[in-house]
Structures are given as C-alpha cells and as structure tokens.
C-alpha cells in the first residue's frame, strides 16, 4: 500500500513546493514610488514539467541548479517622460533661468542685513525668507545637471538624498514664512496697537527658527531613506523620481499626506485668511486724502500679488503631491498605476513652475517696497550728483590745457 502511494504523495508535495516557490520569491514586488513599477523574478533555463518529477533536479546542496534573477517591469509612459524633451530639455531650461535668483536673493539678503532696518519684525521675516531662497538657488545646479543628463544622477545617494530633502525643505519653509509675513501685516493693519507687545524683534525670531525647524524636521525621513534608483532599461540612475519602498507604502502615504497637510494646507489656510482680512480692513479706509488713498491702494495691491503668488507658485505643486499619494495603496491595478505616474509627471512639471517663486520673493517683498524704491532713488540721485561733479571737474581740469595748447 504505502510503496505504490509514496511517490503520488511525495509527487503532490514536489508540485505543491514548485508552485509555492515563485510566490514567495518571484512574486511581483509589491512597490511604490514616486513613478510606479515593480519586478518579475525569472530563471536562466526555461521551465520542464518533467523536472517537477525528478527526485535528484538539485544539486548536493538542495537548491536548483538555476540561477533567479529579478527584471524592472516598468511602464513605457515612465521610460517616455524620463527620455523626453519635457524633463530633460524644458525642465532643466526653466530652471536655468531661475539661477537668476542667486544674486537677486544675495543682494536682497544684503539690503535686508544692512539697510532695510532688520530690527522690525517684517525685516527679520523677509532675510530668512531670502536666506532659504538662496540655499534653494545654490542647490539648483545639481538638478539642471540631473535632468539635462537624461535624468541621470551621478553626484552620489547621499547627495541626491541631502538635494531632495533640501527642495522640500526649502518649499515649506518658505510657505510657512509666506504665513508668518501674512500674519505679522494682519497684526500691523488690524491690531495695530494690540499687538505691539507682540510685533518685536524677539518674537519675529523665534517665530523663524521655529519655522526652520518645523520644515527641516519634515525633510529628515527623506534623508533617511535611499532616493536613487538604477534603471536597467534606460542604463541611468534616478534621484526620488523612481524609488522601490516595498513594504513602505503605507508609511510614505502617511508622510507625504502629512507633510502636504500640515505644512501647506494649514499655512495656505492662515495666509489666505490674514489677507483677506488686511484687504478688506485697507478696503474701508475714508477715500479723500490724497497721500492716504495712494497708500491704501498701494498696500491693497501689494497684498493681492502675494495672496496670488503664493497660490499660483505653490498650491497646484502641493495638490498634486497630494492627490499623488492618496492613490497608492495595496493591490493597485495597471491602470490605477498609469493614473499615478500621470500624476507625478505634472506634479514635476508644477515644481519647476513653483520654483519661480524664489525668483518673485525678492522682487516682491523688497524691490518692490517703498523703503526700498525710496533708497534706489536716493541712490540713484547720489550717482546723477557724482557723475554731474566728476563731469564739472574734467571739464575745468581741461581748460587750463587748452589754453596752453
């Protein structure tokens, strides 16, 4: 009885056991990222049903003599977009000529620190706000490299890792010092005499190192993980574009819901409100006297542009990121996973363009201030007097010359 039934059962759990196998280690890889794909384990030798009956298939070891190894199965709408002219050409371009930041924000940084009287609050807000557009402009460099290399990173994992927290570091750092402006105006039109005990130079700092903190430690988990990627199909390596999380799903999920929400929508929301309330308080002021309209309207203006700004730079890169995330889950469909990567393609797209915003900072909140423009003339005024004296003195220095001549 038992010998004719021995190799049926020992056949059944040979069967069992290959069948088990590839679902165990040649399972697709469950994966997220910021573009979706996942992997197909493969053998060097094709599959033979008569193999699954042969008692002595393995070697002294126990193990087949086959060799496993694991293939990207990545979507040809990613390959598309990593090689086409949208991120390698127009990307890198655009932020080339946000590069023009760097020594806007340094003469900025400068007039800030020196001129500007950086014992008022809104002072102390504007050079941290042009401190974290600096460091944002330094770092561009290596993205423009990034891109216009095809998508290939070849400066390091530490690097790419360090670069990417830095653009988020410096995006939310520089919403919530958006937020921070925002609510020091609301205070000066609103409350003005309310709030003078909180309006000083001791509360503007700690309301910035705050900030700082606050979206630094929002950008530690990305450093934290690795960000670069190889791409065997394309033969480059990526940096956060393309990441295998595994089991991390739900964690980034988490992260990125998180970060969006409480750096962005909550910051968006206070500024939105603070002014809002400033324009409409200046909206009231009795039109009548000339000096007094020229201001309201002035002021009016000036808190539209950075209501709309900070919205237009920042609120369609944010959502994006958001409505990015919320679509990973477990068990996704190849459509569901095509949608995404749709998604993310336009979230880079709207980075680039949010990244216009430390180009605008400056040119906004001090260029364009009236301290400001009042000091360029006064400048300007004392240039016209010095080339106007040196022009008085050739001319009469050249006389006696003449004469002699």
Known sequence: MFPSICPKALLVVLMCVCAASPATNGSAKK??????????TVTDKPFNQSDSIKPNCSTAGGQPNTTISRIQIISEDVLLFLTGPVSTVLIPSFYSLVLISVPINLCALLAFARRIRPKKPAAIYMLNLACADLIFGILLPFKISYH?????????????RVV?????????????LIACISVDRLL????????LSWRTPRNSIIACVTMWILSFAGSVPLVLSEQTHHITALNITTCHDVQVIDDLILK????????CCALFFLPLLITVVSYA???WCLSRVPIGIPGRS???TRAVVMSVIMLVMF??????TNCLLLAHYLQFHEGMKDNQQQYANSSYSAYLVFLCLGSLNCLLDPLVYYFGSSQCQRQLSSFLRCENIRAGKSISHSTTDSDPAAERS
């Open 31 to 40: 994966t997220k990222m910021t573009y979706s794909f996942h992997y197909e």
């Open 148 to 160: 216009f290399r095809g998508n290939d990173w070849v400066f390091g994992p530490f690097m790419c």
């Open 164 to 176: 990417t927290a830095a653009f988020y570091w410096n995006m939310y750092c520089s919403v919530l």
């Open 188 to 195: 000066g039109v609103v409350y003005p005499i309310d709030s």
């Open 252 to 259: 980034y999920r988490i992260y990125f819901v998180t970060l």
């Open 277 to 279: 309330r400033v324009i």
């Open 294 to 296: 020229r201001r309201r």
């Open 311 to 316: 919205v237009l730079c920042f609120a369609p």
